[in-house]
């Protein structure tokens, strides 16, 4: 017999309260300093929920990689970086240049992703999404769960925060010089990795300046198979200028180029078919400009952070079989206004942000935007305050107004809405190893202009027998409303001088109006008709779940457990919706000899078979079966050269050939990545 959501969510606090149970009692014995112990090991948020907080203190389900991760995980793409936090999986098959984040079942568009506080919103049929490289990264933050009362249209799911490294993650306080110098090879994809970086302090002002480059051929799969269309190279820079004005002002200009080509499907999550998925040469740039200044007055009411961005994005695709061309390009300008005002124990932000979209787009060597010359527009107000109620409860309130709205010349058409997004939270830092939090948050997504206006041919089965885009200017936005309970939890010196952290939370997210693509058609009795493709509001769901994840610090010894599940239901037919992940159970166990410079580990990822797939769509009635994936990793600095780290990693040890549930391609068969990085 199926359980229902509910049954899930109650079996989540049952294995929360069993925790709770074996670790409870370890906290009475703690010592009476283990607050300072216990903030030795925490990170600290700066982007991702606006209010710079310690991350044990913050209401919300957040998953933090840090540098050192990203250089222990090697990824070759950001989905990659959150591949091992709890209910975070990575969508879009094995292609790294299009893979994009799943959160708790929502993926997509319903994820908002920034890179260094900016805005980044492509998002066109089955091209890719994510394009930073991880070689640049010097974070990534992800919010589970809606966030739109902080960034507005595209948190439905959560948040993905990108940060860039910075002169300082080089530089030491003495330095006035330095960088490094990185590469890497891949064994599977025949992949190579280049990477240098340049940075430089004199005074106030500070910078760098890196670029990578990489190439790698086909990906060969667990069962000996070539992934047609999986090679590629890139090429790319990061420049940052920080210049400290005054004692109490600052400026950082920062400037990104990508260059991407490759030859990869239509639909490049699938495999290549010569009469639908057709082969094409993608050539994809893309170029981001931030520019951002902060003033810290000498009341602890002003404190001003403003920052304007730039983006485009822009697609040259040329399909091979007949050498059609299609051209797509995206331009967005942005800026936000905020200013923190303190009251004592009261913290106040409030602001502005605006940004507008340009996108347009060439057919077949003909003009066939889509949409058609269109521009949207974004204006955004928010308040977030963070307050004492009594000792020890805090209460967080925060209420986002936008106003959205479409305009497209060459159909005479406009389409205009708003949304007001709040969100609440109550946080009792019950005792000094406990934080529980309660919170509720609504969110939305305003449609997007490829939604709304596209025109001209989806497919053609053969000459002048065509299926076409059909407008849809009535779409709605989606809408979320999400409630969790949380709880963190650390204990120091339980067994000596080692460290527990422990974070549990429940959710119930119910997303109205869920945004579709269908397509009818096409028909070929009575008349021969290719039909339509077009966007149309469609289910009503409710999704629900938890996740769970622990960590236990002991000398050089480090173990990391965690287990996501996620239900979604639509509440109309009570059939299971689609992209809802499998129930996963996630390990990394991993041992630093000091006196060797060496540490070890190994992370093994097992996800359950995923049978709830009985979605009216899903015709073929798919199940997904399970599996376990080991991973290997070391890192090792020479101790005469303690400046020269070497990285291997074994990815798929056993070379198992699986896929994750709702994905038509088989993952990465077993790959051994290994690297060298010199820092002078």
Known sequence: MRRTGDEYVREIVLVSAAVLTVLAPGAWTAESDSRNDK??????IVTATRLEKPLSEIGRSIAVVGRDEIESIQPQSVPQVLAFEPNINISGGPRASTQSVNIRGLQGNKVLQTVDGARQSFESGHRPSYFLDPELLRSVEAVRGPSSSLWGSGAVGGLVAQNTITAKDVLSDEDAFGGFIKTGYDDNNDGST?????AGASGSVSGLISGYYRDSDDIELGNGDTLLGSGSNSQ?????LNWQLTDRQALELIYRHADWDGSVPTNATAAADDSSNFLIDRKQTTDNVNLAYSFDGDSELVNVEALAYANRVKMDETRKSDGRDDATKLDVLGFNVSNLSEFGSVQLMYGIDSYREKFNADRGGQ???VPPDAETTVWGAYVLASMPLVTDWNLE???RYD????DVSDLNSNTSDSATSPSAAIVWDAVDWLLLSVRYDRAFRAPGAEELYSTGFHFCISPGFCNGFLPNPDLEPEKASNIEMSAKMAFADIAGADVIHVEMSVFENKVDNFIEQIVVGPFFLPVMDGGYTTWVNVDEATLTGGEISAAYLRGGLSFRASYGLVRGEDDDTNEDITNIPADTLKLDLAYKFSSLNLMTGVRYTYADNQ?????????SDTTYDSYGVTDLYASWSPESMSNLRFDLNVNNLEDKYYRRAWEELYEAGREVVVSARYQF
């Open 367 to 369: 003009d066939r935007p």
């Open 39 to 44: 903030q030795a090991v925490e990170t600290v």
């Open 397 to 399: 309130l925060g209420v």
């Open 403 to 406: 106003d959205f709205e479409t």
């Open 611 to 619: 049978n709830r797939t009985q979605y009216e769509e899903n015709t």
């Open 194 to 198: 280049s990477t240098g970086l340049l």
């Open 236 to 240: 790319g820079g990061l420049a940052k």
